[in-house]
């Protein structure tokens, strides 16, 4: 947002797999009537002025994080300005379940940035060969021996029960829930997909679970983004 000559940040979103998925985010919000995908989603943000002000700009980016591929991410969206908040959250519809809101300064999501980038990414559908012995595998690896004797979490993946030390779990990115109990990812995803305990579609198409999520052992209740930030900074849900 811009007064006269000084320049207010009002909001981040950040979360994305990759820079090529960040700028793609941000030409088609820079671009809304040019992008294919949210030309059909400015019909929502009718009746708040300009397209190109900010509280249009600020309606479009919780129309697009509701599109594919976007819906599909643990995405986080970051206000900035309080005032702006006050002013604008009201227009805006609710964020997908799997992402999360959060309120504070620059420095807080400073914070929050290093906690996603504390461990290196990897797909978690990558599977590695016995050979393989890169860095960032043994820093994996060692991030989820401290994690287990840290706390004494489990070693074992709760849903599929395969060690993280055998080559079926060797880069698998996993988390953990504050009962002890570890789970990959992808194993996760796929339970809770089908799972009464979370309110999720059966129908839905894709592994990321869109509703609320529950832990298998102790119930607890989370979203896919608190389980996608547990396993890369490598600290428990609760």
């Known amino acids: 947002a811009a007064s006269r000559t000084r320049w207010e940040m009002i909001l981040v979103v950040f979360g994305f797999p990759d820079k090529t998925s960040a700028l793609q985010f941000e030409w088609a919000w820079q671009n809304p009537k040019k992008s294919r995908i949210v030309r059909g ?9 300009s397209l190109y002000r900010d509280r249009a700009r600020v ?13 599909h991410m643990p995405l986080t969206v ?3 300005s309080a005032e702006a908040k006050r002013a604008f959250a009201a227009d805006c519809p609710p964020l997908p379940t799997n992402m999360a809101t959060v309120s504070g300064t620059m420095q807080t999501l400073r914070e929050v940035i290093r906690l996603h980038r504390s ?7 990558e599977s590695d ?7 960032s595998e043994s820093d994996s690896s060692q991030s989820d021996r401290e994690l ?11 849903l ?23 789970f990959h990812l992808t194993c996760y995803a796929k339970w809770a997909r089908y799972s009464s305990s979370c309110d999720i579609s059966q129908t839905q198409h894709g592994l990321v679970p869109h509703g609320a999520c529950s832990c298998p ?12 930030s547990s396993a890369l900074a490598g600290v428990p849900l609760h």
């Open 148 to 158: 287990v004797q840290s706390r004494s979490f489990s070693t074992s993946c709760f």
């Open 59 to 71: 309606r479009i980016v919780h129309e697009m994080v509701k599109l594919a591929p976007w819906k």
């Open 119 to 125: 461990t290196p990414e990897k797909s978690d559908c």
């Open 129 to 135: 060969s016995e050979g393989d012995t890169d860095e």
């Open 160 to 182: 599929c029960q395969q060690e993280q030390s055998t080559v079926a779990s060797k880069g698998r990115k996993r988390f953990a829930c504050g009962c002890g109990e570890t």
């Open 41 to 49: 989603a400015l019909a929502g943000v009718r009746g708040v002025g």
């Open 217 to 228: 052992s102790c119930s607890f209740a989370f979203t896919w983004s608190d389980a996608v």
């Open 78 to 80: 970051c206000w900035l």
